[in-house]
């Protein structure tokens, strides 16, 4: 499966934890199995790069999905994941002043553009 080579786009956060859930933990469910994955936030989900923001979405409306922090986490941490944030979302979210997660990245959508060229993208 290491031939598999994925982009997960998140585009939720605040306004659907649960979304944001399914898609980090469907993640670390294929990372486990060695497949090529990064991820695209764009919108809402940029949130997501924000150091501390995945600790406040403990709300979340159904318990089948371990908290977002915990599968930023495992995703940062263990499997080493990157973190791609669009650009043009970077100062309307003002992550231009705040500190982001490990292996977090600002990149035009062009990049995310190249990286369909060569990946299946999942949007979330």
Sequence with gaps: MADKK???IITRS?????????ALQLAVNMKAFDTQLD?????KGVLLAKKGF????????KD???????LLKTLTE????KFYICASCVKHYE???????ANAEIK???FLGEMLLERQGLTF
């Design 54 to 61: 995945a600790e406040t979405l403990v709300w979340q409306n």
């Design 64 to 70: 089948q999905f371990s908290p977002v922090s915990s």
């Design 39 to 43: 991820f695209f936030l764009m919108d």
């Design 95 to 101: 992550l231009d002043k705040a500190e982001l997660i």
């Design 6 to 8: 994925f982009v997960f």
């Design 108 to 110: 035009p959508g062009t």
């Design 14 to 22: 605040f306004d659907n934890p649960d979304i944001a859930a399914g």
């Design 78 to 81: 263990d499997f080493d994941a």
